[in-house]
């Protein structure tokens, strides 16, 4: 009785190098569908917007389609010119400096008030006080 060959038995007797068993740097594990890292969707984007992946060879190696692919692509650029159209965004000093600012200001308001309360009560003090006769 003849023995059928396999497909892996194909490949053993071929002189075809066989397919790495670990996935190379290039490649990606496939995680579950639809969930990937910021960092993976970034890295996407700029690999094709700077020419070195096509939009199918992206959604290939992360394994997803490749409209997938391009509403990432749509959604950095829409991202990019929401960012330029704001202007630069204040440095952390900045923000801080700005919390700081507006806590000073509430401090020099209510240190205000209470100078004018104090400048009230006093006036009212003095004019409770009876006046000296003048002279003759």
Same mark, same amino acid.
């Given at each position: 009785?003849? &023995? *059928?060959?396999?497909?892996?038995?194909?490949? #053993?007797?071929?002189?075809?190098? $066989?397919?790495?068993?670990?996935? @190379?740097?290039?490649? !990606?594990?496939?995680?579950?569908?639809?969930?990937?890292? !910021?960092?993976? #969707?970034?890295?996407? !984007?700029? +690999?094709?917007?700077?020419? #070195? $992946? @096509?939009?199918?060879?992206?959604?290939?190696?992360?394994? !997803?389609?490749?409209?997938?692919? %391009? =509403?990432?692509? $749509? +959604?950095?650029?829409?991202?990019? %010119?929401? $960012?330029?159209r704001?202007?630069? @965004?204040? *440095? +952390?000093?900045?923000k801080?400096?700005?919390?700081?600012?507006?806590?000073?200001?509430?401090?020099?308001?209510?240190?205000?008030?209470?100078?004018?309360?104090? %400048?009230n009560?006093?006036?009212?003090? &003095?004019n409770?006080?009876?006046? &000296?006769? =003048?002279?003759?």
């Amino acid at each position: 009785m003849k &023995r *059928s060959r396999s497909m892996s038995d194909e490949k #053993k007797t071929t002189n075809e190098p $066989a397919e790495p068993e670990t996935p @190379t740097a290039k490649e !990606v594990t496939r995680r579950r569908p639809g969930k990937r890292s !910021v960092e993976d #969707k970034r890295q996407a !984007v700029l +690999d094709i917007l700077s020419g #070195k $992946a @096509t939009v199918a060879q992206v959604a290939k190696r992360l394994c !997803v389609l490749p409209e997938t692919v %391009e =509403g990432w692509k $749509a +959604d950095a650029l829409a991202g990019m %010119e929401s $960012a330029f159209r704001q202007g630069p @965004t204040p *440095s +952390d000093e900045d923000k801080k400096l700005a919390v700081e600012n507006a806590e000073l200001k509430r401090v020099v308001v209510k240190l205000e008030m209470q100078k004018e309360l104090l %400048e009230n009560a006093l006036e009212t003090e &003095r004019n409770k006080r009876p006046t &000296r006769p =003048g002279r003759s």
